[in-house]
């Protein structure tokens, strides 16, 4: 179990799934980096932010950037903040077919029904 009391299984099974930012596609880096932009970090991510949803569906992995711009918020809040605008991250277009992800979760889609591999 790590710290976030996600166990080995599912960190083992989200860190093969989510290589990239879930929201915005960002190729993510592991390390914290001693110098440049951190944006990039990997971080994990409740999709909803209730520490004791521990499932494949609502753990995911996101950059920096994403994870504090969303914060505490709700996604659906978050959705419609600035970040989200600017970027093209809203409930209806995902980026997944620009980012060619391989296990495409859409940010505000619906949890649970995401299609697997
Ligand atoms: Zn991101």
């Known amino acids: 179990m790590n710290s976030w ?7 083992r099974e989200v860190r093969g799934r989510d290589k990239t930012c879930i929201y915005y596609g ?3 880096i592991e390390q914290m980096p001693s110098r440049g932009p951190r ?3 990997a971080t ?6 209730e520490a004791s949803i521990v ?3 609502n753990i995911a992995r ?4 994403c994870n504090s711009s969303k914060g505490t918020k709700r ?4 959705i419609d903040s600035s970040y989200c605008k600017k970027r093209g991250i809203n409930k209806d277009g995902c980026r997944c077919s620009e980012t060619g992800r391989s296990a495409p979760r859409c940010a505000g889609g619906s949890n649970g029904s995401r299609m697997d591999r």
């Open 5 to 11: 009391g996600i166990p080995d299984w599912l960190e």
């Open 26 to 28: 960002t190729q993510m």
């Open 39 to 41: 944006r990039a970090v």
């Open 44 to 49: 994990w991510e409740h999709i909803i932010n």
């Open 55 to 57: 499932t494949r569906e």
């Open 62 to 65: 996101c950059c920096v950037a």
């Open 75 to 78: 996604l659906s809040k978050w």
